[in-house]
């Protein structure tokens, strides 16, 4: 019996000295800042906007990484400010930067975002989880800023080549006052050109009539020409753009940021798992996921992905980690996504969605590309100011 014993005794101590040793305990802090300026009133509020689009996103991201981490001896903590001001929100950054967290997701208009990066040390890394601003991506540029919303230009692309794509060529532009409206519009002209598509009218909106009562009566004579394929609308805050179609002088299709949108995300992707996805996350927050949802939730899981490659939380590392081949997003799109190492931007595929189902997935079969046809939508690195990572 000694003998087996011993045996045994021996086999057990290899097996222990062979076994991995038990990763030592990583604490990732993130915080995540959310504000937007007030909209004012809109005429259509049938479906407004909730008020923590992009923060539950968040949270759910976190819920996931610390799924994964619990087996690696990594836990995730976030920290967050849904704030009522532009000075709560920088306040609010800077007392989380004092307290030790470097990593953080921004879900903010641009300039607020660029004041907050202003305000970050060296070290620190931002994830845009709010801003769709074409400049952020070709020329106001930060070595520490990742984009995990989609640019304007990527959506405007994406719907540019599916209208290229149908042959619906002739279109009748109307661009709302605002600075994102303008934003989108522009960045629609842009993808006109690069599709070769023609905009016959190009009309700005400048009414202030109550179009729940006079929509039929006044868009039709709004949208009157000898012919046009199809509407687009660019009403980023859905102030007139809801009451377009079924009014237009001809029967056609209305796309633009009403109608038939592109989008980050929305309700009705269910393919490639996301089913799961939006499951997990109606559970949690009660609601249906959105863009600014997944754009957070896009940029937390990949920090959780990096931190799981190469056990450390040390912001340099995880960004090295990101622009390399090593990095991979599984994000429920059907593709695997990484970031461009010019601008920061999360390569993506862009649904097209009416509000109660998918219509398609861009980019289209076609369009080709020398590297990525991923990186036919938005502005490709040639187009780009932008040389953040080499």
Same mark, same amino acid.
């Given at each position: 019996?000694?003998?087996?014993?011993?045996? $045994?005794?021996?086999?057990?101590?290899?097996?222990?000295?062979?076994?991995?040793?038990?990763?030592?305990?990583?604490?990732?802090?993130? %915080?995540?800042?959310?504000? *937007?300026?007030?909209?004012?009133? &809109?005429?259509?509020?049938?479906?407004?906007?909730?008020?923590?689009?992009?923060?539950?996103?968040?949270?759910?991201?976190?819920?996931?990484?610390?799924?994964? %981490?619990?087996?690696?001896?990594?836990?995730?903590?976030?920290?967050?400010?849904?704030?009522?001001?532009? $000075?709560?929100?920088?306040?609010?950054?800077?007392?989380?930067?004092?307290?030790?967290?470097?990593?953080?997701?921004?879900?903010?208009?641009?300039?607020?975002?660029?004041?907050?990066?202003?305000?970050?040390?060296?070290?620190?890394?931002?994830?845009?989880?709010?801003?769709?601003?074409?400049?952020?991506?070709? *020329?106001?540029?930060?070595?520490?800023?990742?984009?995990?919303?989609?640019?304007?230009?990527?959506?405007?692309? $994406?719907?540019?080549?599916?209208?290229?794509?149908?042959?619906?060529?002739?279109?009748?532009?109307?661009?709302?006052?605002?600075?994102?409206?303008? %934003?989108?519009?522009?960045?629609?002209?842009?993808?006109?050109?690069?599709?070769?598509?023609?905009? &016959?009218?190009?009309?700005?909106?400048?009414?202030?009539?109550?179009?729940?009562?006079?929509?039929?009566?006044?868009?039709?004579?709004?949208?009157?020409?000898?012919?046009?394929?199809?509407?687009?609308?660019?009403? &980023?805050?859905?102030?007139?753009?809801?009451?377009?179609?079924?009014?237009?002088?001809?029967?056609?299709?209305?796309?633009?940021?009403?109608?038939?949108?592109?989008?980050?995300? *929305?309700?009705?992707?269910?393919?490639?798992?996301?089913?799961?996805?939006?499951?997990?996350?109606?559970?949690?927050?009660?609601?249906?996921?959105?863009?600014?949802?997944?754009?957070?939730?896009?940029?937390?899981?990949?920090?959780?992905?990096?931190?799981?490659?190469?056990?450390?939380?040390?912001?340099?590392?995880?960004?090295?980690?990101?622009?390399?081949?090593?990095?991979?997003?599984?994000?429920?799109?059907?593709?695997?996504?990484?970031?461009?190492?010019?601008?920061?931007?999360?390569?993506?595929?862009?649904?097209?969605?009416?509000?109660?189902?998918?219509?398609?997935?861009?980019?289209?079969?076609?369009?080709?590309?020398?590297?990525?046809?991923?990186?036919?939508?938005?502005?490709?690195?040639?187009?780009?100011?932008?040389?953040?990572?080499?």
């Amino acid at each position: 019996m000694s003998v087996l014993f011993r045996a $045994a005794a021996a086999i057990l101590l290899m097996l222990l000295n062979s076994a991995p040793l038990q990763a030592e305990s990583l604490e990732v802090r993130v %915080g995540y800042v959310q504000w *937007h300026p007030d909209q004012g009133p &809109v005429l259509s509020n049938v479906l407004p906007e909730p008020e923590d689009a992009g923060l539950k996103g968040a949270e759910l991201a976190i819920q996931d990484n610390s799924a994964t %981490g619990k087996f690696l001896g990594q836990t995730y903590t976030l920290q967050s400010i849904l704030a009522s001001s532009e $000075a709560e929100a920088i306040t609010a950054f800077e007392t989380m930067l004092g307290q030790g967290i470097e990593l953080f997701v921004i879900n903010a208009p641009a300039q607020t975002l660029e004041t907050i990066i202003s305000r970050g040390k060296e070290t620190t890394l931002f994830f845009n989880a709010g801003s769709r601003d074409d400049k952020l991506r070709t *020329h106001e540029c930060n070595v520490n800023l990742l984009h995990n919303m989609p640019s304007y230009a990527m959506l405007t692309d $994406a719907l540019a080549q599916w209208l290229n794509q149908r042959r619906w060529d002739e279109v009748f532009l109307i661009a709302g006052p605002t600075d994102a409206d303008k %934003g989108w519009a522009g960045a629609f002209r842009r993808s006109a050109k690069r599709f070769g598509l023609k905009i &016959v009218e190009d009309k700005p909106w400048t009414f202030d009539a109550d179009l729940r009562r006079t929509a039929s009566k006044e868009l039709p004579l709004f949208t009157q020409a000898s012919n046009y394929d199809a509407v687009v609308v660019a009403d &980023v805050r859905g102030d007139f753009g809801e009451y377009v179609p079924f009014n237009t002088w001809l029967p056609r299709p209305v796309v633009g940021t009403q109608g038939m949108s592109p989008v980050a995300w *929305h309700r009705v992707v269910e393919s490639w798992g996301a089913a799961q996805l939006q499951s997990r996350f109606r559970k949690l927050a009660s609601r249906d996921m959105n863009s600014e949802d997944y754009a957070a939730w896009a940029a937390i899981r990949s920090i959780g992905t990096a931190v799981t490659g190469i056990n450390s939380g040390d912001p340099a590392k995880i960004r090295s980690f990101l622009y390399s081949d090593r990095f991979q997003l599984a994000a429920f799109k059907g593709r695997k996504l990484n970031y461009r190492d010019w601008n920061g931007q999360l390569r993506q595929p862009v649904p097209l969605v009416h509000p109660r189902g998918l219509v398609a997935r861009a980019p289209f079969e076609g369009f080709l590309h020398p590297n990525s046809d991923m990186d036919t939508l938005g502005f490709d690195k040639p187009e780009s100011n932008c040389r953040i990572n080499g």
